[in-house]
């Protein structure tokens, strides 16, 4: 080796102590199994960052697959309260198990748990090991001060992907808790959704919405109507991109609350227009003006295709129509989500178009 190389090399990391090992064996230790035998939950928590309606999360071991999966827990206050709501419950946690959706964490199997004193409902989930979108944003903003604008449409195209799968579910599933930390983003920048809790199941736990810093993700109408829409997940929705797009909105000293000041400041610092008018349509107060996810998909803060060789594709396949039609979309396709990073097939097989 050169005497640059020499001088380079990392140093040997130094070994372990006694109470290191003693800890990482304390961790690994289970604590628990499913009733098939199949889930393995350990002592190592994991940081579910206070979401509501998840009282504990633990790493789990899949032991067919032979991968690890969150354990997550949630806690009835009364064994009665379980039992009221048992049916509804059931019939929620069965509609998760249904899901299958690129963006969205995969809910793999859930319980019932009830004792004489106590009931909970135990479901194991994908372990997203990669970190939240917001310990992303707060990296990033180390060196930048906005977040690129094509990033943030890939973003922003993702999760509102998964909002319209849910939201097309039948009955809809609302997320009812979409925040920058219950959005995931893996290493090659595919965006999933997780710790979807319905309202279901958080009108009926011991957790609620506490945290003063998650308070301007929900919707206005939370606090004042019983049965919420899934405009709610478009105001959430709406809070997440415009803290996408500047990294960070600043909160009111120690007590982490975010004004609407705070709000309506990030919002006009956005430089483009149509940025703008996209986030305040998401964060409309009155519910029933937001747009759809769908809708969204489509707004020019997002979709924009050139007006000429939109024009061109319209042509062709109106030319086209009796013979070989299906293979002009599909070209037209292929053409518009290379040049344009848009995955319209996706779109077309979730009867987004």
Same mark, same amino acid.
């Given at each position: 080796m050169s005497e640059e190389g020499k001088q380079s090399a990392a140093p040997p990391a130094p070994p372990a102590t006694e109470d290191?090992?003693?800890?990482?064996?304390?961790?690994?230790? !289970?604590?628990?199994?499913? $009733? =098939?035998?199949?889930? &393995?939950?350990?002592r190592e928590e994991v940081n579910q960052r206070n979401v509501p309606g998840i009282d504990n999360a633990y790493l789990a071991m899949d032991t067919e697959e032979?991968?690890?999966?969150?354990w997550n827990e949630v806690m009835f206050s009364e064994r009665k309260n379980f039992k009221l709501q048992e049916e509804k419950v059931k019939a929620v946690f069965d509609n998760l198990i249904q899901l299958e959706h690129v963006n969205i964490v995969k809910f793999h199997k859930y319980w019932a748990d009830v004792k004489e004193n106590?009931?909970?409902? !135990?479901?194991?989930?994908?372990? %997203?090991?990669?970190?939240?979108?917001?310990?992303?944003?707060?990296?990033?903003?180390?060196?930048?001060?906005? %977040?690129?604008?094509?990033?943030?449409?890939r973003w922003c195209t993702q999760i509102l992907s998964a909002l319209s799968y849910l939201h097309s579910c039948e009955p809809p599933i609302i997320h009812g808790n979409l925040t920058c930390d219950t959005i995931f983003i893996q290493h090659n920048g595919l965006i999933k959704i997780g710790s979807v809790a319905p309202d279901t199941i958080n009108n009926h736990v011991k957790t609620c919405r506490e945290e003063q810093k998650s308070l301007h993700f929900f919707a206005p109408e939370y606090a004042a109507v019983a049965n919420v829409t899934?405009?709610?997940? *478009?105001?959430?929705?709406?809070? =997440?991109?415009?803290?996408?797009?500047?990294?960070?909105? &600043?909160?009111?000293?120690?007590?982490?609350?975010?004004?609407?000041?705070?709000? +309506?400041?990030? !919002?006009?610092?956005?430089?483009? $227009?149509?940025?703008?008018?996209? *986030?305040?349509?998401c964060l409309e107060v009155d519910p029933s003006k937001r747009p759809t996810a769908r809708e969204l998909l489509f707004h020019q803060a997002l979709f924009e295709v050139p007006l000429l060789k939109l024009l061109a594709a319209h042509c062709i396949v109106s030319h086209q129509r009796e013979s070989g039609a299906n293979l002009i979309i599909i070209q037209t396709f292929h053409f518009m989500s290379h040049k344009y +990073? !848009?995955? %319209? =097939?996706?779109?077309?097989? +979730?009867g987004l178009i």
């Open positions: 290191e090992e003693e800890e990482s064996e304390d961790e690994s230790e !289970i604590l628990e199994e499913s $009733p =098939c035998g199949r889930w &393995q939950k350990r032979g991968v690890e999966v969150v106590r009931a909970r409902v !135990i479901f194991i989930t994908e372990y %997203m090991s990669s970190g939240s979108l917001k310990q992303f944003l707060k990296k990033t903003k180390k060196n930048h001060k906005t %977040m690129n604008e094509k990033a943030w449409k899934t405009a709610v997940d *478009i105001y959430s929705f709406g809070m =997440c991109a415009l803290e996408m797009a500047v990294l960070e909105i &600043q909160s009111n000293g120690e007590s982490s609350y975010v004004s609407q000041e705070a709000i +309506n400041s990030a !919002i006009q610092s956005l430089e483009d $227009p149509l940025q703008r008018e996209f *986030i305040q349509k +990073n !848009i995955n %319209m =097939c996706s779109w077309f097989s +979730n």
